[in-house]
T-cell receptor, first 118, second 112 residues
Framework: AQKITQTQPGMFVQEKEAVTLDCTYD???????LFWYKQPSSGEMIFLIY??????QNATEGRYSLNFQKARKSANLVISASQLGDSAMYFC???????????????FGQGTILTVHP | DAEITQSPRHKITETGRQVTLACHQT?????MFWYRQDLGHGLRLIHY???????NKGEVSDGYSVSRSNTEDLPLTLESAASSQTSVYFC???????????FGPGTRLTVL
């Protein structure tokens, strides 16, 4: 069975600095997808970034990048130039397998609370 | 703008009652999902559907059911609510063949 581990319950960062949120995963499948979602205090889940297991380049979306290290089974989220609005819970998630019966079956980690200090 | 909505946003009910949580999306997505979020567990998949008349069990489906009679809606029913089902429930949708899911605002359910 697949598993996602986020070992940092909470992280603190100074505004304008970069921060890395850790995520490790466990699966024996060769095909999988990795996601990061942001959950602000208002509660909604916001999609941030996606990395496919066969993607050779690390995914980037604006200030977000995913540091994908396949051999280590890690998919860390890097937020550059942190802003106060980045304070939120961040979830790493994984989808395993290919084809119609696998799409969307996400397994989530327990989350990391990020606090950005002014 | 296309969106995904959930109702009610907050619900308090009693043990043993049947409860239905609504989820409606206007993206015309074929894939729809229900998750529950609990402290210490992150989000866990309850049920999902890849299209009309299709429903599948997720990781924590006991005590829940869904039905899909049209593309836009996937209501979640708690047959006989239990205190262990107190949680925040999220509905999500995605396009066919696409992984990225878009979430609704959530429903906070309390079972007394």
């Amino acid at each position: 069975a697949q598993k996602i581990t986020q070992t940092q319950p909470g992280m603190f960062v100074q505004e304008k600095e970069a921060v890395t949120l850790d995520c490790t995963y466990d699966t024996s499948d060769q095909s999988y997808g990795l996601f990061w979602y942001k959950q602000p205090s208002s509660g909604e889940m916001i999609f941030l970034i996606y990395q496919g297991s066969y993607d050779e380049q690390n995914a980037t979306e604006g200030r977000y990048s995913l540091n994908f290290q396949k051999a280590r089974k890690s998919a860390n989220l890097v937020i550059s130039a942190s802003q106060l609005g980045d304070s939120a819970m961040y979830f790493c998630a994984m989808r395993v397998g290919v084809g119609g019966t696998s799409y969307g079956k996400l397994t989530f980690g327990q989350g990391t609370i990020l606090t950005v200090h002014p | 703008d296309a969106e995904i909505t959930q109702s009610p946003r907050h619900k308090i009910t009693e043990t043993g009652r049947q409860v239905t949580l609504a989820c409606h999306q206007t993206w015309n997505h074929n894939n729809m999902f229900w998750y529950r979020q609990d402290l210490g567990h992150g989000l866990r998949l309850i049920h999902y559907s890849y299209g009309v008349q299709d429903t599948n069990k997720g990781e924590v489906s006991d005590g829940y059911s869904v039905s899909r009679s049209n593309t836009e809606d996937l209501p979640l029913t708690l047959e006989s609510a239990a205190s262990s089902q107190t949680s925040v429930y999220f509905c999500a949708s995605s396009e066919s063949g696409r992984d990225t899911q878009y979430f609704g605002p959530g429903t906070r359910l309390t079972v007394l």
